[in-house]
């Protein structure tokens, strides 16, 4: 099968299985650069190329080119990924003998830990809106329901009013692959909710609106934590996944078991969770250094 026709089926397929468009569209790019160097290595134009050509070598190659242009291993992890998914379709349909990734091994990366806020600077963002009009009204409420529910920027644009159980304090989310869960929210997301939408005079079914009256979109949600971020005088750069990087780490923090957290950020792995077990590891060693009198003894003075 011609490589440009397996791709558009595969996408397409991606696509009717409910997937984000974003992750079809770097699917898509990703697959599109490998086939492009697959061809050029065999001396082909991309549009003949046939999938059935490209054998482990094509991919070792692939991903030695990327290390040559000095392409950083997350993001080589990542095109192998779709390239892995790619074609283990191919091989479950029958269009390729074999899958060509499966004894390519994916680059080791170094787990960066993710970032997120002290409380102190939560609550001090939390303060910053000007509830005296109705954008700082919304803009409130775009904290308040981010910080106190964990939601992906992503969901929280997709929210809509019927979403919303005031009684229960529950919001029904769509997450990734558009599968919904159900997750709490607190009582000051509650307060600014009500404000925000009972000073609207609208029936648009969107939570979130822009100033035009069209549904928030995820950039305008960075370009308004951007403007609060720099009237409440935040030393660090803070983009929205980290009001959800906070969530899950204040929880934890607090007692929160791994397998509630993982409930309620939607993860499908536990081991995504995971990671913010070694944060607050990392945060009580921290502690434990600039607290404990005798934590920051130079070496020379340590008793045997």
Same mark, same amino acid.
Do not use: I
């Given at each position: 099968m011609l490589a440009d026709k397996a791709l558009d089926w595969f996408c397409g397929l991606q696509m009717a299985q409910n997937r984000s468009s974003h992750t079809v569209k770097a699917y898509q790019s990703d697959l599109?650069?490998?086939? %492009?160097? &697959?061809?050029? /290595?065999?001396g082909l134009e991309p549009e003949a190329l046939d999938v059935c050509l490209i054998d482990v070598q094509s991919v070792r190659s692939?991903? &030695?080119h990327l290390a040559e242009k000095g392409l950083a291993r997350k993001s080589m992890a990542r095109k192998l990924a779709a390239l892995r998914t790619f074609f283990k379709f191919l091989a479950r349909e029958g269009v390729v003998a074999a899958n060509p990734v499966k004894r390519v091994a994916s680059p080791k990366l170094g787990r960066k830990l993710p970032d997120f806020l002290y409380w102190q600077d939560v609550e001090k963002l939390l303060n910053t809106a000007d509830t005296e009009s109705l954008l700082g009204?919304? %803009?409130?409420?775009?904290?308040? /329901?981010l910080y106190g529910s964990g939601l992906r920027v992503s969901e929280l644009v997709q929210l809509n009013r019927p979403d919303i159980d005031q009684g229960a304090l529950l919001l029904r989310v769509r997450g #990734?692959?558009?599968k919904e869960r159900v997750v709490p929210?607190?009582?000051?997301?509650?307060?600014?909710?009500? #404000?925000?939408?009972s000073a609207r005079q609208d029936n648009n079914p969107a939570v979130f609106l822009n100033c035009s009256g069209s549904r928030l979109t995820e950039r305008s949600v960075r370009r308004i934590l951007d403007k609060l971020v720099?009237?409440?005088?935040?030393?660090?750069?803070?983009?929205?996944h980290m009001l959800r990087h906070s969530f899950a780490t204040h929880l934890l923090d607090r007692g929160a078991d791994l397998r509630s957290v993982q409930?309620?950020?939607g993860h499908e792995k536990l081991s995504s969770t995971q990671i913010y077990t070694h944060l607050t590891r990392e945060?009580?060693?921290e502690v434990y250094r600039e607290a404990h009198p005798r934590a920051r003894l130079p070496r020379d003075q340590e008793q045997e």
């Open positions: 599109l650069q490998f086939l %492009d160097f &697959a061809a050029s /290595v065999q692939f991903l &030695a009204l919304r %803009d409130q409420a775009v904290l308040e /329901v #990734k692959g558009m929210f607190t009582r000051p997301a509650l307060t600014a909710l009500r #404000k925000y939408l720099a009237k409440a005088s935040l030393e660090q750069h803070v983009h929205p409930e309620l950020l945060r009580l060693k």
